[in-house]
Each structure stands twice: as C-alpha cells, then as structure tokens.
C-alpha cells in the first residue's frame, strides 16, 4: 500500500454540475496522475502533475481541470458533467519512468 | 505512434492450469515495461517490470519475458488459483516521458 487515497469513492451527480475528486498521497511522490477507465478502453491520461504548480494535459483533458497546490494533494475538477464523463477514475502516483503506485476508484454517475 | 495491444481480450482457465497473455509494444525510445493486475473494483498493482536488457523475470507464479527484437513480452501464470482472477494491464514506458497502457486481458479462474 503506497499511501494513495481516493475521495469520494462514489458519485453520483446530475448533467451540468462541478464535482471535484481528490487525490491524497503520503508517499511524496513527484508525479501524480488522474486517469479514467472506460469499457473496451485502457487507462487514459486526464491530467497529470510533476510538482507542485506543475500540470500538463493528457489524451482525454478535454472538459477537466486539476490543481495541485501541495504534494499530497491532486485535484481533478469537472467544471460542468456530461453523461460522457460517467466512468471509473483511477490517482496515481510515481515516477514517470517507474513504478506507478494506484488509489482504490473513484466511480463517478453523471445523469 | 506509441501503443500498446494486448491478447486475449478474455481469457477463462481452470483452476491449476498454466496460461500466458500476449503483450505487442511500440514504444519509443524504449525505457522498461510493466505488467500490472487490476482486482475488480481495485487499482492496479504492479507485478514485474522488464528493461531492455532483460529476457526473462519471475516473481512467485508469475514469469515475464520480453523480446526486444520483436517488441513483445509474455507473462505466464503457473499453476493458477481463483486469487489471479484479474486483469491484467501491459504498459510500456518511454525515456520521454510517456506511459502508455494496454486495454487489458481479463482472466477468469474456474474451479
């Protein structure tokens, strides 16, 4: 266990409203990462951070936004959910080169 | 184009039989490679990881091969047990800066 938690863990929210998760390491990691995991589809890049202030978009950025204003702490916002937001969120954190260290899911519904 | 592609999308065994899951990678420049198993409802875990240098890797039940001249890499379960009901993610690192995962096999362990 690499000290990743994931809040909340369920949710479930309607079309056009903000929902933020967090992502909370004890670790120290200087990467951290949100991912989303669809169906027939493999983790995909939200967002990612390489320090504290230091974020840069992944593959599927589009509709999302992140801060990151201490280590521990990575935030992944929906500014307005879409249905098409529905899906399973997944933190990480590591080193971009090494080993990823997972948290547990988030599993958000947007109706 | 980095990518990477995994088979079987699905695999079911019996319980104590051997299996092994396919890995095809395009990465570069290539750093190492990683298997990860993801339990339902849970984060990935990571299981091994391979560099270029390395053939082969073992870790309990589990062996890892790569093959760098053909950009492939196995990973062999032994003896199997209902615990490695799981799916299991491939994924690939750049040295510039990129990680890139596989949509995943899903093995199912029958009694």
């Known amino acids: 266990d690499a000290g990743i938690t994931q809040s909340p863990r369920h949710k479930v929210t309607e079309t056009g409203t903000p929902v933020t998760l967090r992502c909370h390491q004890t670790e120290n990691h200087r990467y951290m990462y949100w991912y989303r995991q669809d169906p027939g589809h493999g983790l995909r890049l939200i967002h990612y951070?390489?320090?504290?202030?230091?974020?840069d978009k992944g593959e599927v950025s589009d509709g999302y936004s992140v801060s990151r204003s201490k280590t521990e702490d990575f935030l992944l916002t929906l500014e307005s959910a879409t249905s098409s937001q529905t899906s399973v969120y997944f933190c990480a954190a590591g080193l971009y080169t090494g080993e990823l260290f997972f948290g547990e899911g988030s599993r958000l519904t947007v109706l | 184009k980095n990518q990477v592609e995994q088979s079987p999308q699905s695999l079911i065994i019996l319980e104590g039989k051997n299996c092994t899951l396919q890995c095809n990678y395009t990465v570069s420049p290539f750093s190492n490679l990683r298997w990860y198993k993801q339990d339902t409802g849970r984060g990935p875990v990571s299981l091994t990881i391979m560099t270029f240098s390395e053939n082969t890797k073992s870790n309990g039940r589990y062996t890892a091969t790569l093959d760098a001249d053909t950009k492939q890499s196995s990973l062999h379960i032994t003896a199997s047990q209902l615990s490695d009901s799981a799916s299991y993610i491939c994924?690939?690192?750049?040295?510039?800066?990129?990680?890139?995962f596989g949509s995943g096999t899903r093995l199912s362990i029958r009694p």
């Open positions: 994924v690939g690192y750049s040295s510039a800066s990129k990680i890139i």
């Open positions: 951070s390489y320090g504290v202030k230091d974020t």
